[in-house]
Every structure is written in C-alpha cells, then in structure tokens.
C-alpha cells in the first residue's frame, strides 16, 4: 500500500514545474526575496528626434549622451556625479538597447488628452513659481513618490527590497521609505475608500504575480484648471527571469489623462547593495529654501513679487 501511495506521488507532475531554474520558497512559488535594482537610464518616454525602438553601436552611445544632456539641461538642481547613479541603457538583446521604458504605445511617447496637457502646463507654471507650499509636487513635499504604484526609475528609487509571505508581498522603496504591503488574494477595500496609494491585491497567474491596483485618489486639478473625471487602474505583472532578474511591467489606464493604455516594461536586478533610511517629512527645511530660490530668481530678473 505504501510503496503504491509513492508510485502515485511520483508520477504527479510538480504544480509549479517550469523550465526555468528560479528560487522558489517552501510553497512552491516564485521567490521574489532581496533587494532589487533598476538603475537604467534608458528614459521613461523615447527622446524627440528618435523613432527606433532600439539603437545599437555608436547610435546607442550618441543616444545615451542625449540622455544625460537631457537630464541636465536648463542647470538642473541635481548634480551629475552625485545626485545620479544610472547604469546604462535598457539591453533588449542581441547587443541593442532599448530607446524607452514605454512599451505601448510603439512610438514611445505618453498617449495624453488635451486635459493631461493642459493641467500639465499649468501645473509646471504653478510649481516653477514656488509662491507657496501648495505649489510644489507631492514628491517635493514628501507626500507621495515613486515607490507607489506603478513603480518608476528616479535617483531616489533604484533601491527596492521584497519581502514575500504566502499571504503577502512587500515592497519597499529606498526613497522616502515607502512600503507596500499587498495581499495575495485579498478581498478589496470598499468603494469609495480612495487614497493616494490606491488599493492593490494580487494574485497568481502561473508563475507570474498580477498586481491590480484600484481606489486611487484623482488628481487634484491646480488653480484655473477645468475640473475632470478620473479613473485609474494599474496592473502590474511579476515574473522571475532567473535567480537574478525581474521582468516587471505595468498597464497603466487612466479616463482622464490618457487615451489609450499605456505600457511600460523594464528589469529588475538582483543587487547586494543595502538599503538605506530616507527620511522625508511634510513640511521639511527644504520647502522654505525652494520658495526663497524663487524669489532670488524673480529679483535677478528684476521681477519681484508684490
């Protein structure tokens, strides 16, 4: 009888067996455990003036230069060597590299409404003003950043580090120190409980962790904008490429904004860097200091503030 129980056990093919050599914890899932690095300069949007998805040889060093004189155009407020720790361009195989982390639509660019454009504006005009602290980026005020979802390639979140229970997935960003705690097949939040963090529940398809992330708060029109709809939706998908490698991509939908999803693929690498504490406070120094570099400015320019 027993020696029949492990025939049977054995004949039973594994429930997550697959070709590839990845972790797995003691479940059987993919283990996504560590500390994770996304340090591409490859841009988020394709630059003007290039419409190759990818680019090889001595196009690929020219567009990486572009790249950095775009960063740094206009004096920027980072420095270069001190501010920035990009690696190279995004690989996509065979020696090239790719031209943007957008994926879809081909062009490479942010398929945006003419309301997206124009809050945009305004809000670039609103913020480069700095008359008050309302004017400045939620990033800028340590409201938000970019270790929400989706997850996005800034100075401050090359650095991520997951934690994973067969409950739960945690994902914490180095910038501004923030985590998210997602439950695998968690219920969601009831309608109307929005935040600026939305409401993420995952689920596995395969070996792929799917990440769906409802309930975002809208953005909030800036003074002069014409109010508007939004709805917003993210799906975000997790796959082990190997031990070492993360293909991570996000559908991105938005009523109001964009009109067409937007797609955005890249890599997550494994790293032994360690993550360090990144304390970010409402209201801190530096709000006062950016609001008085305006008025220095509008001085020079012989256009002061009544």
């Known amino acids: 009888m027993i020696r029949t129980l492990l025939l049977v056990f054995a004949l039973i093919p594994t429930a997550f067996a697959q ?25 988020f949007e394709r ?10 040889g001595e196009a690929a060093k020219a567009y990486a230069a572009a790249r950095v004189a775009e960063l740094f155009k206009d004096g920027g407020a980072l420095h270069p060597e001190e501010d920035f720790d990009f690696s190279t361009l995004l690989p996509a195989g065979d020696g090239s590299y790719r031209t943007s ?4 639509p081909a062009n490479g660019k942010r398929p945006q409404t003419q309301v997206a454009k124009d809050v945009g504006a305004l809000g670039r005009d609103i913020r480069k003003a700095a008359e008050n602290p ?3 980026s939620n990033d800028e005020r340590c409201m938000s950043a970019t270790g929400r979802t989706p997850l996005g390639i800034s100075p401050g979140s090359m650095y991520r580090q997951i934690v994973q229970t067969p409950g739960h997935v ?5 910038d501004q120190m923030v985590t998210r705690v997602i439950g695998i097949g968690a219920a969601p939040r009831p309608v109307g409980l929005v935040s600026l963090a939305g409401d993420s529940v995952a689920t596995w398809e395969n070996d792929t962790l799917v990440v769906v992330t409802t309930q975002i708060r809208p953005q909030l029109a800036p003074p002069g904008a014409p109010p508007f709809d939004q709805q917003r939706r993210v799906t975000e998908r997790f796959s082990l490429i190997d031990a070492d490698q993360i293909d991570y991509s996000y559908v991105l939908e938005d009523s109001a904004m964009l009109t067409e999803p937007l797609r955005v693929q890249y890599n997550l690498m494994r790293t032994d860097a360690l993550i360090f504490e990144s304390a970010c406070h409402e209201g801190n120094y530096s709000i006062g200091g950016m609001m008085l570099g305006a008025r220095l400015l509008e001085q020079a320019a012989g256009k002061p503030k009544p």
């Open 19 to 43: 070709a590839t050599d990845i972790p797995r914890t003691v479940d059987g899932r993919p283990d996504f455990h560590g500390v994770w690095e996304s340090r591409w300069l490859t841009p």
């Open 47 to 56: 630059l003007d003036g290039t419409t190759e998805a990818t680019v090889t």
């Open 101 to 104: 982390l957008i994926v879809e």
């Open 134 to 136: 309302e004017g400045l």
């Open 170 to 174: 945690m994902i914490y960003t180095e």
